[in-house]
């Protein structure tokens, strides 16, 4: 009962009955002590003030009644439509539902006609010093990440939004590009401890400012600044927050707080060398305040990046992301991609689909928009053999994200896996557009067109990849099927030098390939007794065909328990 008279009063502010209400009361007020007045003056009998009274007292329900049905709007009064419920629920049936509930996934929007979305671009760094870009980013990417976990609002991510930095776009082509209705933008000028932030919301039909403020405080306010800033978008949105608190930034000491920003400045480059430089940064924070969970989180995916990518040892990797995740939600449970991360690494490390499932089904519930939460539930449906469904969660991330070249790359992964070979290469070919040397993008084009018999084409491809680890890989399998044994084995050998214990899965998918049978179950073994990530998608890898008619495969699929 509670909950339903907290979601109805929501819903009378809303709407401005409550509003209306008291409008309605003080004009019936006025109106009386001038009736009275004008009455006496004509000496109307006293039934006359009666009749005004309880013509006004019967008005009252019908003035309550129109402002619930109607809303009065720029364009004039029209009927007011709730519209459908957006859901912050658990996925469907079969997927990450741990009462395998029937729930449909999160939907969202596909066309800027929805009321409720909006980007946050990076904010411009006024400050004489141009080191601090990073902190105007950072700070741009806190209030994205806090507007994300408001009910109702679908909120572009950052590698989209930030796509626009530097670029000379007005706000109807930002949006039309991002299918949002809102912009958020501002700048940033720091000096000392010090801090000027302007933001101002705009609607970007007709780049009018629905909102603007300017805030001067000390570095230390900063983060009531982004729960003011992120209330007033909430509120001018007319945002539902459905009996659940607003959410509100984690405070943290001021200098661990430009660390972080920092590290996650870096981190968000997502290579060799940014990494290498977030890294300090994050573990600066963390020096200064061990409590802080979002630099712990941040920290377990840049470990779990450089282990899936053979920059560390792939073992200490998954160790390092696990710890970090598990200190990021021992200090705050509600985090999204921590849990989703965790979630993963059950599948995959732990072979606990259950487990797995339910902090996927909690991470979707949080934050049903974020586009690595979306990834991560499609890459474990990918892993148990769904493929529809991984492709759903696939086409949702890229619409929460749709310049995001992860987005593009997972659902690239579940095209190919799904046999949709056209669609996969068009989605590997606009990966490789926005980040030209994404780890692993040449290397499954090249999967693709070899899948496809355009052998030639597949060796162009992994030719350009610009990672040792998957570049042998693919020279060893289209060497193969080229008919030049001597340079699949020269690969092979070139391969062992690499990690051979993180990479036991890329040697099993060689010989699946190449039809060394006993081989490739050999790799298998040692894939599945170091954990090795890549079993994950054993079970849709068309490589792997040669296996499927040895007995030996169904007991090995049977032990990876990912149903």
Known sequence: MRRFLVRFYIELRRRKVIQTAVLYAVSAWVLLQVAELLLDMLEVPPWGLKLVFALLLLGFPLALLLSWVNQITPEGVRREDAG???????????????????????QLPDTPGEDRSIAVLPFANLSEDKANEHFADGLSEELLNLL???PGLRVVARTSSFSFKGRAAGADEIARELKVTHLLEGSVRRSGSRV???????????????????????????????????????GELALQ??????????????????LYLEGRHYFSLLSASGFEQAIPALEGALAIDPRFGPAWATLGALYWGQANNSLIPYEEGARRARQASEKALSLDPEQAEPLSLLGLLD??????????????????????????????????????????????????????DPLSPNAH??????YYYAGRLDDAEAMRRRLLTLSPGWLSGHYYLGRILLERGDTRAALAAMEQEPSAMWRLTGLALVQHALGNRAASDAAIEEL????????????????????????AFEWLERAEATHDSGLSDAITNPVMRNLHADPRWAAFMARLRLD
């Open 84 to 106: 459908p419920v957006v859901s912050r629920g658990l996925p469907p049936a079969g997927a990450f539902s741990p009462q395998d509930a029937a729930e449909p996934p999160a």
């Open 148 to 150: 994300s976990r408001l």
């Open 196 to 234: 000027r932030i302007s933001a101002q919301l705009i609607r970007a039909t007709d780049s009018s400012h629905v909102w603007s403020r300017s805030f001067d405080r000390d570095l230390s306010d900063i983060f009531a600044v982004q729960d003011e800033i992120a209330g007033a978008v909430a």
């Open 241 to 258: 927050l459905i009996s659940r608190s607003p959410p509100k930034a984690r405070p943290t000491d001021p200098r661990a707080y430009a």
């Open 347 to 400: 599948v995959i490390e732990q072979r606990d689909a259950a487990l797995g499932l339910r902090r996927i089904a909690r991470a979707l519930e949080l934050e049903p928009h974020n586009q690595r939460v979306l990834s991560r539930a499609s890459n474990v449906a990918r892993m148990r053999g769904r493929t529809d469904e991984a492709i759903r969660y696939a086409e949702q991330a890229l619409r929460a």
């Open 409 to 414: 790359a997972v659902l690239g992964l579940s």
């Open 496 to 519: 062992r030098k690499e990690d051979p214990v993180g990479i036991a899965y890329q040697f099993a998918e060689i010989y699946a390939y190449r039809g060394e049978i006993d081989s």
